[in-house]
C-alpha cells in the first residue's frame, strides 16, 4: 500500500525539495500553500500524513491541526513544521494533536526518518523499503541515501553535496531537457547565490567521475541551446 501525502507550507521553494526527495524515497506526494488548498485537497483524496507549516496565510497550522482529527478529513497523521527556537509553538502543536514535529530548515532525510516513525506508531501505511534508492546512470548507480556514486566493481565514489544535489535533480527527471535556469532552481532551492554557468562547471566534474570518456558524454548530455538531459541507458547518440 503506498503513502499519502500532503505537505502544507507556502514556501513553494521548500515543498518542491521536499515532494521530490520524498517522492524518490516511493510517497506519493500532493503540496499546498494554505489551509484552504490543504482543507480542498484532503477533501478530493485522504492522506495518510499531513506535514504541516505552523504559520502560513489564513488559517495557521494549530487551528488547522486541530480540525483534521475525525470527521471529514479521516484524522490523517500530522508532522508541524516549526521555527527552530518555537519551544511553545512545538508544545502547543503536540497538544492540539499533532504526532511530531520538524524544525527549519528542514533537512529531507530527517524529515523522511520521521515520517517513517510516526506511521509505523501509527499503522497507517506501509512504508516503502528502507533500503537504499539507487537509480541506474550508465555502468554506474547513484546512491541516493549515502550520497555516492556506486561504480561497476562496487567501489564507491564520493560525490561533492552540489554535485549530488545536481545528479539527484537529473535523476528525477530522466529524459526531460532541463535548462541551466531550471537546474540551478533545483540544485540551490534555498536561494544560495550562484549564476548559469556554474552548472556547466559542475556537470563536467560530474562528466569526469559519471562517462566512460567525459570528451563524448553519453549519460548526461548538452541539448545544443537548450540545456542537458539525463539519459539513464547511456545510449542515445549526442
Same mark, same amino acid.
Given at each position: 500500500?503506498?503513502?499519502?501525502?500532503i505537505i502544507a507550507d507556502d514556501d513553494a521553494a521548500l515543498c518542491g525539495v521536499l515532494a521530490e526527495y520524498l517522492r524518490l524515497h516511493g510517497l506519493n506526494v500532493r503540496s499546498v500553500g494554505d489551509g484552504a488548498a490543504l482543507k480542498?485537497?484532503?477533501?478530493?483524496?485522504? #492522506?495518510?500524513?499531513? @506535514?504541516?507549516?505552523?504559520?502560513?496565510?489564513?488559517?495557521?497550522?494549530l487551528s488547522l491541526a486541530?480540525?483534521?482529527h475525525g470527521g471529514e478529513f479521516?484524522?490523517?497523521? *500530522? *508532522?508541524?513544521?516549526?521555527?527552530a527556537a518555537d519551544v511553545v509553538d512545538r508544545v502547543a502543536g503536540l497538544e492540539v494533536g499533532a504526532d511530531d514535529y520538524v524544525?527549519?530548515?528542514?533537512?529531507?532525510?530527517?524529515? +523522511?526518518?520521521? =515520517?517513517?516513525? @510516526?506511521?509505523?506508531?501509527?499503522?497507517?501505511?506501509?512504508?516503502?523499503? #528502507?533500503?537504499?534508492? +539507487? @537509480?541506474?546512470?550508465?555502468?554506474k548507480t547513484l546512491d541516493?541515501?549515502?550520497?555516492?556514486? *556506486?561504480?561497476?566493481?562496487?567501489?564507491?565514489l564520493a560525490l561533492h553535496p552540489r554535485e549530488y544535489d545536481l545528479l539527484a535533480a537529473f535523476?528525477?527527471?530522466?529524459?526531460?531537457?532541463?535548462?541551466r535556469e531550471r537546474l540551478l532552481d533545483l540544485a540551490h532551492p534555498h536561494g544560495e547565490e550562484a549564476f548559469d554557468r556554474s552548472i556547466?562547471?559542475? =556537470? #563536467?566534474?560530474?562528466?569526469r567521475k559519471l562517462e566512460a570518456d567525459p570528451t563524448n558524454p553519453r549519460i548526461i548530455r548538452t541539448v545544443r541551446g537548450a540545456g542537458y538531459v539525463f539519459d539513464p541507458d547511456g545510449k542515445r547518440q549526442a
Open positions: 500500500m503506498s503513502v499519502e501525502l480542498d485537497a484532503l477533501r478530493a483524496a485522504p #492522506a495518510d500524513l499531513v @506535514v504541516l507549516d505552523l504559520n502560513m496565510p489564513g488559517e495557521d497550522g486541530r480540525g483534521l479521516g484524522d490523517p497523521a *500530522i *508532522i508541524m513544521l516549526t521555527g524544525a527549519k530548515p528542514c533537512d529531507p532525510r530527517e524529515l +523522511l526518518a520521521r =515520517i517513517r516513525a @510516526v506511521l509505523r506508531r501509527r499503522n497507517k501505511a506501509q512504508m516503502p523499503e #528502507a533500503a537504499p534508492a +539507487l @537509480v541506474r546512470m550508465g555502468d541516493l541515501e549515502d550520497r555516492c556514486l *556506486i561504480g561497476p566493481d562496487q567501489q564507491r535523476a528525477a527527471r530522466p529524459g526531460r531537457v532541463l535548462t556547466d562547471v559542475r =556537470i #563536467a566534474r560530474i562528466r
